[in-house]
């Protein structure tokens, strides 16, 4: 069993920024390809962006590429989302998710997932 704990989200003006944590227990983080998604109110839940396992390879949505940054402190069971320029477009719930995998996994292919946090752009 994995548990997921995400944290960092908030209430921010256009333009801004924030970072989401999302924290690992259960087995060695290590061995865990990660993921973000998001879903808005009334909205089916999205891929944001995934990483590998050991963060050498990386995806994003194109609505947040150039703009977001996945990364991984496997030393600290820890994934982030660096969320810069943000837009009223991003607010959301956003999800962390986990899967045993080598691969970067951009499909909601994931066993485990986080209960969420809120993300908030007024405009």
């Known amino acids: 069993q994995v548990q997921l704990v995400e944290s960092g989200g908030g209430l921010v003006q256009a333009g801004g920024s924030l970072r989401l944590s999302c924290a690992a227990s259960?087995?060695?983080?290590?061995?865990?390809?990660m993921g973000w998604f998001r879903q808005a109110p009334g909205k089916e839940r999205e891929f944001v962006a995934a990483?590998?396992?050991?963060?050498?390879?990386?995806d994003y949505a194109p609505s947040v590429k150039g703009r977001f940054t996945i990364s991984r402190d496997n030393a600290k069971n820890t994934m982030y989302l660096q969320m810069n320029s943000l837009k009223p477009e991003d607010t959301a719930v956003y999800y962390c998710?986990?899967?045993?995998?080598?691969?970067?996994?951009?499909?909601?292919?994931?066993?485990?997932w986080g209960q969420g946090t809120q993300v908030t752009v007024s405009s």
């Open positions: 998710a986990a899967v045993q995998s080598w691969m970067l996994v951009t499909t909601f292919a994931y066993d485990y």
């Open positions: 259960g087995r060695s983080f290590s061995t865990l390809a």
């Open positions: 990483i590998k396992r050991s963060g050498g390879g990386t």
